[in-house]
Nanobody, 124 residues
Framework: QVQLVESGGGSVQTGESLTLSCVAS????????MAWFRQNPGKDREGVAQ???????FVADSVKGRFTVSKDNTKNALVLEMNSLKPEDTAMYYC??????????????????WGQGTQVTVSS
């Protein structure tokens, strides 16, 4: 089972940027389909972005053009660069992994490895 640890969350103002990192252990991140999800209390977990073992990415429409997902193979990590943040981006952000390099639908039920989450708060 892959172990995932997120970091980089915080409180920022509208329009500012944050970069989240998720370090994996037990598996090589570059060989996995990995994704970022976010969730607010009482709401469903929402897919934000995912990347497969070939580096192909998918980004949700709600963050397209503002968020970029990538892998840092030197750190065995998944990275989410978030620019032009909006109050509606406020959520707990979770890193997730599949035990496969192939990504399919960005559905949280498909992912077997999860981090503990990192909070992102954007104020207006």
């Amino acid at each position: 089972q892959v172990q995932l640890v997120e970091s980089g969350g915080g409180s920022v103002q509208t329009g500012e940027s944050l970069t989240l990192s998720c370090v994996a252990s037990g598996y090589t991140a570059s060989s996995l389909c990995m994704a970022w999800f976010r969730q607010n209390p009482g709401k469903d977990r929402e897919g934000v972005a995912q990347i497969d073992s070939d580096g192909r990415t998918f980004v949700a429409d709600s963050v397209k053009g503002r968020f970029t997902v990538s892998k840092d193979n030197t750190k065995n990590a998944l990275v989410l660069e978030m620019n032009s943040l909006k109050p509606e981006d406020t959520a707990m952000y979770y890193c997730a992994a599949l035990s496969s390099g192939i990504c399919s639908q960005m559905d949280p039920r498909h992912f077997t490895g999860w981090g503990q989450g990192t909070q992102v708060t954007v104020s207006s």
